[in-house]
């Protein structure tokens, strides 16, 4: 079984703080698939990024960076100079081919941007 | 871009009715699958369906719940007797087939509020 943990329930940063997100996972698939997801107050789930477990290069895009590490099964999520947008719910998920690639999301993390 | 679409998106139903909750995926995708998120929880998967018959289901989903896909395009969640409990954003996702479509695209929610 998959398992995913966000341990930090919640954050709360003023504007242009940098602010990593944790997320720790647990599969015994060698294959599988890393998520980041945003949850604005509007409720839907915006896509951020996906990591397979093969490609450990970590990722830039714009102020979001991604720390993939298969050593200690984490993937974890910066924002550099946080802005009041960035407020929302942080949901870190993963999948495997022999689940039909369903996702098992963490509990999530609330990131509060303070102006 | 194509998109995965939910209607409604708010539902409110008296305890004890049925509900049908409708998505048309993506039209080229061949796998769906059905989430909930009580509301402050983490999203958590229901079910899953490929080939005209549920993949995969969840222990959340009992014989209340039930799939279908009724035509070429929509993609439909019944709740056969709603309890108070079934109070939740319901997302469904779906993906297109082949060794490298691991990311499922996630419609807007429909929220389902049971009275």
């Known amino acids: 079984a998959q398992k995913v943990t966000q341990a930090q329930t919640e954050i709360s940063v003023v504007e242009k703080e940098d602010v990593t997100l944790d997320c720790v996972y647990e599969t015994r698939d060698t294959t599988y698939y890393l998520f980041w997801y945003k949850q604005p107050p509007s409720g839907e789930l915006v896509f951020l990024i996906r990591?397979?477990?093969?490609?450990?290069q970590n990722e830039i895009s714009g102020r979001y960076s991604w720390n993939f590490q298969k050593s200690t099964s984490s993937f974890n999520f910066t924002i550099t100079a946080s802005q009041v947008v960035d407020s929302a719910v942080y949901f870190c998920a993963l999948s495997v081919r022999g689940s039909n690639y369903k996702l098992t999301f963490g509990k999530g993390t609330l990131l509060t941007v303070n102006p | 871009e194509p998109e995965v679409t939910q209607t409604p998106s708010h539902q409110v139903t008296q305890m004890g009715q049925e509900v049908i909750l409708r998505c048309v995926p993506i039209?080229?995708?061949?796998?769906f699958y059905w989430y909930r998120q009580i509301l402050g929880q983490k999203v958590e998967f229901l079910v899953s369906?490929?080939?005209?018959?549920?993949?995969?289901k969840s222990e959340i989903f009992d014989d209340q719940f039930s799939v279908e896909r009724p035509d070429g395009s929509n993609f439909t969640l019944k709740i056969r007797s709603t309890k108070l409990e079934d109070s939740a954003m319901y997302f469904c996702?779906?993906?297109?087939?082949?060794?490298?479509?691991?990311?499922?695209?996630f419609g807007q929610g429909t929220r389902l509020t049971v009275v």
């Open positions: 990591r397979n477990s093969f490609d450990e």
């Open positions: 369906f490929y080939n005209n018959e549920i993949s995969e």
């Open positions: 039209s080229n995708h061949l796998y």
């Open positions: 996702a779906s993906r297109d087939r082949g060794p490298g479509n691991t990311e499922a695209f």
